[in-house]
């Protein structure tokens, strides 16, 4: 099963990229690239790689109610770790890397809490980046006439920004109401898939159990402050790349691109998101009317900058601390998991 999923992704990967690249001179986008203004290139890749210490950042408040808090050291290098085994392994082998490396380092932090933590991450991050990508839709300088299904962008933007404060709000039902949360997944998983009954509802529990960190003030606007820095920072890097290729987009383009990028990368895909991110960068900045070789120009740049410094770190700290492959598989398949 996992062969298959992998791949597709490489399938979908490759389809995505020949869509991309098939209207594209690509001696055009050479020239371009070229072209571009390298220090503001070089501005953008340090933007580009500062998100992942700030996400490591992140991460502390999370798993402050299970464990207290860890140093930032630690955090750092298996975020680090995680980023870099998604660039080059396929179905986001960097999440359970991530969590795998973080028990090598603080052994009083579980797998299954490891796991858990992740789960809050991503929620946040979605809700973060769907705001702000909302938020850009409702911007002045949003193109006029831009509609989706037939309904105008400001009518889009109003629905997803109320629709992000009913996600947040469903959060805060399941951490007041734990049991009853769990009962309903109980009972579903139960008549649906018996057989993965107990862990469904344990994976759940553990869920509910990391969305402690809402029940803290102090600890969710941490986490809400430090996911906001991480992915205003991650636009700004998005933004610089544009002014190094010549992108006449607002700053706020680099916010709806963000969110549109998100969801592309949210498919199966090869290792690095290469294809998928290409082809959403397309789309998005379609929306601006960016002309489609100067928007592969940026995207094949940008995307090459950001990758390159966070795998190497990664892949050093992956070999400082012993690890394999073999380490990580092996702790995915085995009892020690759960």
Not at 15 to 42: C, K, M, P
Not at 136 to 148: I, N, S
Not at 151 to 156: L, P
């Amino acid at each position: 099963m996992k062969h298959g999923r992998t791949a597709v992704g490489f399938l979908l990967s490759a389809l995505l990229l020949w869509w991309t690249l098939r209207d594209v001179e690509l001696d055009a986008v050479w020239q371009v690239l070229r072209h571009a203004n390298g220090g503001l290139f070089a501005l953008c890749t340090v933007a580009g790689t500062v998100i992942v210490p700030i996400r490591a950042r992140k991460w502390r408040p999370i798993l402050e109610p299970a464990v207290g808090p860890l140093p930032y050291g630690a955090l750092w290098r298996s975020t680090a770790i995680g980023v870099m085994m998604n660039n080059v392994f396929p179905l986001r082998a960097g999440e359970f890397a991530r969590a795998f490396a973080l028990t090598r380092e603080a052994p009083q932090v579980a797998m299954t809490t490891a796991l858990g933590s992740l789960a809050v991450d991503r929620i946040f991050d979605a809700l973060v980046v769907f705001l702000l990508m909302f938020a850009a839709m409702l911007d002045p300088r949003f193109p006029d006439g831009a509609t989706v299904a037939g309904r105008g962008m400001s009518d889009v933007a109003i629905g997803g920004v109320t629709l992000v404060g009913t996600a947040l709000m469903v959060c805060y039902v399941v951490v007041l109401r734990p049991a009853w949360v769990t009962g309903i997944v109980s009972g579903i998983a139960g008549r649906v898939l018996p057989k993965q009954r107990d862990l469904i509802v344990g994976f759940v529990e553990l869920a509910v159990g990391s969305l402690a960190v809402l029940r803290d003030t102090r600890r969710f606007a941490a986490l809400f402050g430090w996911t906001m820095l991480h992915w205003l920072t991650h636009a700004l890097a998005l933004y610089l790349g544009f002014l190094a290729v010549g992108v006449d987009a607002p700053l706020s383009a680099a916010l709806f691109l963000q969110g549109v990028i998100a969801i592309g990368v949210a498919v199966p895909s090869s290792p690095g998101f290469f294809g998928v991110f290409e082809a959403a960068a397309s789309v998005g900045l379609d929306v601006y009317g960016v002309p489609k070789d100067l928007a592969v120009s940026w995207a094949l740049g940008y995307h090459l900058l950001s990758f390159i410094p966070i795998t190497v770190l990664g892949a050093v700290y992956f070999a400082r601390m012993g690890l394999s492959v073999r380490d990580v598989t092996q702790a995915q398949r085995g009892p020690g998991t759960t």
